[in-house]
């Protein structure tokens, strides 16, 4: 395992340990949104390598959350949360270099917050309660702020944006269509065997 695994993973055990597990994964989502937010002030700011960092924190937090689903227990629901943060992972890489990055970074900032907020009312808290103490701190002088990131009121947001984000995984083997050769594809994670031991 990677640091940046080994990061990610030891961040959801610390939440994991101290809070109920909803919780948890509510501050977590703070932390990535924290980082996404830290991504676009650096980015504004030019400083192409700071924005990087924080693409990348919000990148292993991610992971960590998509490592820690528990595809017995969460069934459908595991799989499709799996494909978000995936559809996040890679979101968030492939805007890096574009020209309108501040632009995708904010609507993967908003979007996330709907997510969050899910979550937070799982847990029995108030959506817009923040869990940071980071995400409560002021920004600094230097660092002017971005454009409003504001969330979506809570009857707006449609629990089933997620439920239809991907088509269905193409099937394990697919023939090719110029020589009729098989294919083979990547399991699902669904399908994995448990490791005997």
């Known amino acids: 395992m990677n640091s940046r695994m080994g990061f990610a993973a030891a961040a959801y055990r610390q939440a994991a340990a101290s809070v109920h597990p909803t919780v948890a994964v509510v501050k977590l989502y703070d932390a ?3 980082a996404i937010l830290q991504a676009v002030r650096a980015r504004e700011q030019k400083q192409v390598e700071e924005c990087f960092n924080k693409v ?8 960590g959350l998509d490592q820690a689903l528990d595809y017995d227990k969460g069934g459908a629901v595991a799989e ?7 559809s996040y992972i ?4 492939l805007s890096f270099g574009k020209p309108d990055v501040l632009k995708r970074y904010r609507k993967l900032y908003d979007s996330l917050i709907g997510l969050r907020d899910a979550w937070a009312r799982i847990a ?29 009121p809570a009857a707006a ?3 089933n944006l997620f439920l239809g984000l991907m ?28 490791a005997a031991g």
């Open 32 to 34: 990535t949104l924290l």
């Open 56 to 63: 990348m924190r919000a990148a292993t937090i991610l992971r």
């Open 80 to 86: 499709q949360l799996h494909r978000v943060y995936r």
């Open 90 to 93: 890679l979101s968030l890489h």
């Open 124 to 152: 029995g808290m108030d959506p817009h309660e923040e869990t940071s103490e980071a995400a409560q701190a002021a920004p600094t002088a230097e660092a002017p702020s971005p454009a409003p990131m504001v969330p979506p």
């Open 157 to 159: 947001f449609d629990s």
């Open 167 to 194: 088509a269905e995984p193409p099937p394990a083997v697919r023939e090719a269509p110029s020589r009729g050769v098989p294919v083979r594809r990547a399991r699902r994670p669904a399908e994995r065997q448990p």
